[in-house]
């Protein structure tokens, strides 16, 4: 692959993503569905903070529906963005700095907003139709490691000696 192919493919799989979150951000759940995998053949996996693995377009399109249905705003600040390419598939990792507010109450506009940061593994396939979500997985990030001994502690941070 030539590095101007290599650009072109990177540029098209980050607008994919962008895509992916402006969908969210705006509640366009057609948008948001159009961006999946939808091949017949290959099952599409979806996992979100706390969360048990979803398996197959119904469920995970149906947990999206859920989802923008109980929020009245979310936001995504995308930081920490890498590509990787193979073929034709693209893996995005990420830092989803996120804003959210949920229903308001006593008739304010907007509920209240709560900060959360979750560190997201995209992975795309390319397809006739441009670059697809084939999988999103999605873990909260928690809290300072220092404090809870984090992996780059070692093992005794987390066990530490009798």
Known sequence: MSRTDRATDEAA???ANTAFYEAMETGDFESL????????ATPIT???????????RGEVLRSYALIMANTEYIQFFLTDLRISLAGDT???TCTENILSGGPAEDGAELGPLVGQLVVATNVFRRTPAGWRI???????????????????DGPEASNPPA
């Not at 979806?46 to 197959?56: A, E, I, K, N, S």
């Open 33 to 40: 569905s159009a961006l999946w995998l939808d091949d017949g």
């Open 13 to 15: 799989v980050e607008a």
């Open 134 to 152: 084939w999988s999103h997985h999605a873990s909260p990030v928690l809290g300072d490691t220092e404090e809870t001994g984090g992996p780059e």
């Open 46 to 56: 979806c996992v979100h903070p706390g969360w048990p693995v979803l398996t197959g």
């Open 90 to 92: 693209a893996l995005v």
